[in-house]
């Protein structure tokens, strides 16, 4: 279900298992492979805000890092506040912001997330 909140990012759920091919809703260009991809490579772009599996991010832009307050703090580090990425990233304050989560069916509900933001940025994609 799409978040409400005026004042956050928006969130789009399916349940088709974590790894489902995703285009960046902006400019179209293929971000996550589907599971039948040759090559599984993560390709984030330009719009890209992070890249995350409920083990931890993939992929962190610097827009994103500056927004939240992480700048210059590894992974292993930081402090989700007492919730985990999933409840975490939805405390994303722009609602220019789409995040896309993907979940294995019950028992397991892994996810996988991913999101955008309308503004293009330079981001270092390395």
């Known amino acids: 279900m799409p978040t409400s909140d005026p004042e956050r990012i928006h969130r789009i759920e399916f349940h ?7 285009h960046c809703p ?9 599971p039948d991809a040759d090559d599984r490579e993560l390709r984030p772009c330009a719009h890209t805000l992070f890249i995350a599996t409920d083990e931890g991010f993939e992929f962190r832009s610097l827009c994103f890092d ?5 700048a210059g703090i590894d992974n292993e580090d930081l402090d989700l ?4 990425i999933d409840t975490w990233t939805d ?30 940025s330079e981001v270092d994609l390395e």
């Open 26 to 34: 902006f400019c179209g260009q293929l971000v996550q492979p589907g």
């Open 66 to 70: 500056a927004v939240m307050g992480i």
């Open 81 to 84: 506040q007492d919730g985990n």
């Open 91 to 120: 405390t994303y304050p722009e609602p220019l912001a789409v995040k896309f989560a993907f979940y294995n069916p019950s028992p397991s509900f892994f996810g996988a997330y991913v999101a955008f933001h309308s503004f293009s």
């Open 16 to 22: 088709l298992g974590p790894f489902a091919a995703l």
